[in-house]
């Protein structure tokens, strides 16, 4: 069983996108993580005000985490809209559907099963990536927007979760990859997180010139791994211009990883 969900949310108290999709199974175990100046705004909703201190995304995260060591949860950002696909075998015809009460009961059994199998974060991939239907799940990749850890066996004590503030959920990806952890998401479940910059929540204080100098800085961190290319932005408050993107190199990070324990070991 998924013990509780978390929601960190600001500037979004009039639009619980993630929130509002979920079944009432899964809102009675989840909390917007809101900071102390917005919580009057969320007395509707099940809320954790967050210390005083803590107002930036990665820092959040870092407080959910270490805060919830004991459990099994998920992270979810608040615009998430959640779907299920056709895999080959499937009868039924649209490729994506939007998920019932059913599939998020499929989908906590399957995760936990991951689980138990050792894998200590995984979670759904976007509905921007095109599905292997074939297979249920892909491996050591980029995540992000929707997390679920396994708290008594995730590393949080070991991460810096907070030096690359916009590149946050790639920065500790990477690192869990290079400490020999692997993911999985599913390719049958799947998320809509909209548009990059698509108004609301950060968008005020995320500039283009912030994320670009984040994606700098989360390549200097991963050296060999991270190769930063420019790209035009096709939605949101970005749309048509030019920003830094990159591409990353997921399984090595996870493959030197594992050469290393090898060599180690002899």
Known sequence: ???????????????????????????????????????????????????????????????????NLDKRFGVFDDDLKFFKTRMLNDDYEKSKVKMEDKDFDDLEELLCGWMDEGIVFCGMDVTSNIPDREKEYKEITRQWSNFFFDGPNFPANELDWTSIRYAEDFHVTLQLFKMGYKNRL?????????????????????????????????????????????????????????????????????????????????
């Not at 949310?9 to 509002?20: L, S």
């Open 1 to 67: 069983m998924l013990n509780n969900f978390f929601i960190p949310t600001y500037k979004r108290h009039d639009a619980q996108i993630t929130f509002n999709n979920l079944p009432k199974s899964w809102q009675d175990r989840t909390f917007l993580v809101v900071q102390q100046d917005e919580q009057h705004l969320h007395k509707d909703y099940p809320h954790i005000v967050l210390p005083v201190e803590i107002t930036k995304v990665p820092e959040k995260r870092e407080w959910i985490a270490k805060q």
């Open 186 to 266: 599913s390719n049958r479940y799947r998320v809509d997180p909209g548009p990059v910059q698509s108004g609301g929540g950060l968008t005020d204080e995320r500039t283009i010139q912030a994320h670009n100098e984040s994606m700098q800085k989360l390549a200097l961190a991963h050296p060999g791994l991270v190769a930063l290319y420019e790209k035009e932005t096709t939605a949101g408050e970005w749309k048509n211009t030019a920003k830094i993107a990159a591409n990353i190199s997921w399984k090595k990070a996870f493959k030197d990883a594992n050469s290393t324990t090898l060599e180690s070991f002899f």
